[in-house]
């Protein structure tokens, strides 16, 4: 099983700020690294797929980089609705995908 | 609009049974692969299991193999999970997600249903 690792477990920031999180994989997923937002109560949504890929509808502030082990969602100017969980996913080995653990994103 | 929504989730005893199903409107739902996906209460995400267009092509987790069902009904726009000896550790939100395009990013997920699995 591939296991996915994000940092940090939390993340205090303000609206306005750049965040940066932090996805790491035990093993190569070459470019196949999702990142997904959660807030409460709701259901995960697509932000970034195949590691830098925007999907529909989603703000040009999220970026996703990286390849291999190593990958990074940024959001580059926070609104006050991207506070929430944010998880990434893998899917190298289909059909085991797997998830990371999540990020909370919190305002200081 | 495109939207997925859950049902049949609630409260069952350790060691018996339910059925989860989760009907699609606003898209062509037999041209789309799906998943089940859970989160247990405070917890991350879980792949549960997929199944392809036709339903020939099915895979679980191994926590939920030789339990759970997955299952689709094309001409009811329709995904079904059965949920045969449940355990405490099923207890969870279940989403019903569907893939984008033929790539398991799963870009549109349902609402959820909760399962609670407790005597």
């Known amino acids: 099983e591939i296991v996915l690792t994000q940092s940090p477990a939390t993340l205090s920031l303000s609206p306005g700020e750049r965040a940066t999180l932090s996805c790491r994989a035990s093993q190569s997923v070459n470019s196949y690294l999702a990142w997904y937002q959660q807030k409460p109560g709701q259901a995960p949504r697509l932000l970034i797929y195949d590691a830098s890929n925007r999907a529909t509808g989603i703000p040009a502030r999220f970026s996703g980089s990286g390849s291999g082990t190593d990958f990074t969602l940024t959001i580059s100017s926070l609104e006050p609705e991207d506070f929430a969980v944010y998880y990434c996913?893998?899917?190298?080995?289909?059909?085991?995908?797997?998830f990371g653990q999540g990020t909370r994103l919190e305002i200081k | 609009e495109v939207q997925l929504v859950e049902s049949g989730g609630g409260l069952v005893q350790p060691g018996g049974s339910l059925r989860l199903s989760c009907a699609a409107s606003g898209f062509t739902f037999s041209s789309y692969e799906m998943n089940w996906v859970r989160q247990a209460p405070g917890k991350g995400l879980e792949w549960v299991s997929y199944?392809?267009?036709?339903?020939?092509?099915?895979y679980y987790a191994d926590s939920v193999k030789g339990r759970f069902t997955i299952s689709r009904d094309n001409a009811k726009n329709s995904l079904y999970l059965q949920m045969n000896s449940l355990r405490a550790e099923d207890t969870a939100v279940y989403y019903c997600a569907r893939h984008q395009g033929h790539t398991p990013w799963m870009d549109v997920w349902g609402k959820g249903t909760t399962v609670i699995v407790s005597s």
């Open positions: 199944i392809n267009t036709s339903g020939r092509t099915i």
């Open positions: 996913q893998q899917r190298s080995n289909w059909p085991a995908i797997t």
